[in-house]
């Protein structure tokens, strides 16, 4: 199981997405939605959460796109219930692509939110701005470091073998007399 499906055994994405379903889940009890477009929307957002450790890549972008597309058809969607799992969407996008992308999604955020659609007048946008920035940052991070550590490991067992190869391949010193 485990080397047929190693995003699922990563244990920090793993944990970030239990944390995340979970926050979700006390969002959806403590305010219900109301009618039934909002429980199918919150079913399509929590079944594209459990199933994002197996399919990394198209479950970030499928939770970008029923977050974006919830307000068309239940007001529930609007009050925030998606932050959480739009965060772990960006952060995973952030971890699993380049930096380019990174700064393609920072750059629609930005537009989105100061152009297209504008917070309300309670919601500060560089907060928002912020706390998404942060969130691609980290998931650049954790990208950059678990390269760095695979690339140590890589020259680590290199060097090893090497060593044992010199070892095993040594020409014999001469007896001498003194």
């Known amino acids: 199981m485990r080397t047929q499906h190693p995003n699922l055994w ?22 219900p939605p109301t ?22 890549k198209s479950t970030s972008v499928a939770i970008l796109v029923i977050a ?10 609007h009050l925030g219930n998606s932050l959480p799992a ?12 380049n930096a380019i992308i990174v700064a393609t999604l920072l750059t629609y955020y930005v537009v989105n939110i100061l152009l297209i659609d504008p917070p309300d007048p309670n919601t500060n946008p560089v907060a928002m701005v912020s706390m998404y920035a942060m969130v691609l940052l980290l998931g650049r991070t954790l990208s950059w470091s678990e390269k760095t550590t695979q690339k140590a ?6 060097r090893i073998v090497c060593r044992n190869w010199k070892a ?8 001498t007399m003194r």
Do not use: N
Not at 10 to 28: E, K, N, S
Not at 68 to 77: H, R
Not at 153 to 158: A, E, F, G
């Open 10 to 31: 990563h244990p920090i994405r793993f944990a970030i997405m239990l944390i995340v379903l979970a926050w979700t889940i006390y969002g959806v009890c403590y305010e």
């Open 35 to 56: 009618d039934i477009f909002g429980v199918i929307w919150v079913a399509m957002l929590v079944t594209a959460l459990v199933l994002s450790p197996l399919f990394l």
């Open 68 to 77: 974006s597309i919830g307000d068309l058809f239940t007001p529930y969607a």
């Open 86 to 97: 739009q965060l772990y969407a960006y952060g995973m996008l952030a971890y699993s692509t």
């Open 153 to 158: 490991s890589k020259r680590r067992r290199t």
């Open 168 to 175: 095993a391949h040594a020409l014999p010193m001469p007896f």
